[in-house]
């Protein structure tokens, strides 16, 4: 259950009246109380940040020391735009229910919080097949996909280094979304987590290149996931890409955005050659095609997002 802020009554501006009663409130109650209900008051009253699941949040704030960005219980990478101008970029995660949402800037003397607030997404229903032994496990082999989805929850962890950049110039592959991000999936008619990436259906063999700088941080033969590599960006932005045919990346390299890591392939759980594009920010699955600059992201074909009868997984 991720952390919820307290919930604002409105994101616009308080009325004369919301205000008046504030201030009542400030005469009547003890310092501490102030303080509550000024917080409050500013957060409902500021400008508030839209969001949906899945989406990266820009926020930017002023002051003469550098601060730290707070929200949903973890900190979020700050970077100084001009001399007391500052930039901070927040994950909303997958699994965020719409609502009213705080981020808080901390200073050394002040606070300031922003409203985030996350909107409604509709996401796809995914039915795949596959065969019974890729759907119902032995104990070594729960142990081996357990094992497997550790090392990628390590990856995940990774925040070292410094972020290039909090958006990916380039897609890592081309081709047809055939299982879009957040889609709820049923596996042999068993429903299961909420798909963490983006299936891009392409032909076997085509490159896949890392749409950012970052480093090799987990190459693995995964049961499900097949052939994998994990790419840390820096700053706890970490890509995943699974069931490549061949892997052409060393663990521990540093590869520039452009460089081909493998090949697009069907290895582990699936039913087709596709790339499996995960992206993980301090935890938060985000929607990498969300994430991709807008004249890249046409190179996937949008009319057929979500088509049930492309290639697809069950990752
Ligand atoms: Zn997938």
Known sequence: MPWRGWACARARSPTEAQRRSAAVFLRRRSHRAHLVAL???????????????????VLETEGATRPT?????????VRRISAQRWRGWVGVDLTVRPGHYVAEWRFSHRRVREAIVVRPRAFALS??????????????????IR????????CYRDWRGR??????????????????FGARRVVNGSPRAPHKGVDIAAP??????????????EVLDGFLMGNTVCVAHGDGLVSVFMHLDEVKARKGAFVRAGEIIGTVGQTGRATGPHLHW?????????????????????????ADYGRKDQASDGD
């Open 39 to 57: 917080a409050l008051v500013w957060a409902c009253a500021g400008w508030a940040a839209a969001a949906q699941p899945g989406d990266l949040v």
């Open 69 to 77: 960005l707070h929200a949903w219980g973890r900190s979020w990478p």
């Open 127 to 144: 039915h795949i097949r596959v065969p019974k032994a890729m759907a119902e496990f032995d104990a070594p082999t729960l142990a081996r």
């Open 147 to 154: 094992r497997e989805a550790e090392a990628i929850r390590r």
């Open 163 to 180: 972020a290039p950049a909090f958006r990916f110039l380039a897609l890592p592959t081309e081709g047809i979304v055939s299982t879009p």
């Open 204 to 217: 076997r063999g085509q490159p896949v290149i890392a749409p950012l700088g970052g480093q090799v941080v």
């Open 278 to 302: 995960g992206v993980v920010f301090r935890g938060a699955a985000l929607d990498p095609l969300r994430l991709v600059a807008n004249r890249a992201t046409n190179a996937v074909k949008g």
